[in-house]
């Protein structure tokens, strides 16, 4: 199994633009992640879905937050417009069950200048 | 909200050494995990508690779920180099997700 895969790596932008993330789970989990970390703030949760539904998005900082999975195998966090202070390392992650283990991607690290 | 307090913050060991760290909750918990986060990487699960009192071990790592199930640590015997990294606590209780510790700074001095 080739793990949580996230895309990009790494990810430049200047203030104002829009952001994509992208995250493929591991092949039947029904439980998807998305976290934020932070110096400051360590591992923040954003949002999750079960099977493919959001179940819970109160950790998304603001409107300029937005996520998706359209299907079991592909999820989306978008930042609009992009602000300096979502600066950050944001993570993916997936499982069977919500409370499960979580298995997670190796991250996007989002520099916004 | 659960609330996890995680220490120590960070640790400064020579090789060799045994390590110790633990968390502890505001309230009770189901489940309790612990991850290792190399550089540039996300966290990687090491051990699963699933039962109050459980004694857990992982090679050199071994992990307790505490009695009062409000409490965990985890323990790292003959630290070796590639022992570097952020050590997370996680647990579960009465809310679906896992609630993550701040994490433990290990870094292992030759």
């Known amino acids: 199994d080739a793990g949580v895969i996230q895309s990009p790596r790494h990810e430049v932008t200047e203030m104002g633009q829009e952001v994509t993330l992208r995250c493929k789970p591991i092949s039947g989990h029904n439980s998807l992640f998305w976290y934020r970390q932070t110096m400051m703030r360590g591992l923040e949760l954003l949002i999750y879905?079960?099977?493919?539904?959001?179940?819970?998005d109160s950790g998304m900082p603001e409107d300029r937050f937005s996520a998706k999975m359209p299907n079991a195998s592909f999820s989306t966090l978008k930042i609009q417009p992009s602000e300096p202070r979502d600066s950050a390392v944001y993570f993916c992650?997936?499982?069977?069950?919500?409370?499960?283990?979580?298995?997670f991607g190796s991250g996007t690290r989002l520099t916004v200048v | 909200g659960q609330q996890l307090n995680q220490s120590p913050q960070s640790m400064f060991i020579q090789e060799g050494e045994d390590v110790s760290m633990n968390c502890t909750s505001s309230?009770?918990?189901?489940?309790w995990l612990w991850y290792k986060q190399d550089p540039g990487e996300g966290p990687v699960l090491l051990i699963a508690?699933?039962?109050?009192?459980e004694l857990t071990s992982n090679g050199r790592l071994t992990a307790q779920f505490g009695i009062t199930r409000k409490d965990s640590f985890l323990n790292i015997s003959a630290s070796i180099p590639s022992d570097v990294g952020i050590y997370f606590c996680?647990?579960?209780?009465?809310?679906?997700?896992?609630?993550f510790g701040s994490g433990t700074q290990l870094t292992v001095l030759p």
């Open positions: 996680a647990g579960r209780g009465s809310a679906r997700q896992l609630t």
């Open positions: 508690l699933y039962k109050a009192g």
């Open positions: 879905f079960n099977n493919n539904v959001p179940i819970d």
């Open positions: 992650a997936s499982s069977l069950q919500t409370g499960n283990g979580y298995t």
């Open positions: 309230s009770i918990f189901n489940t």
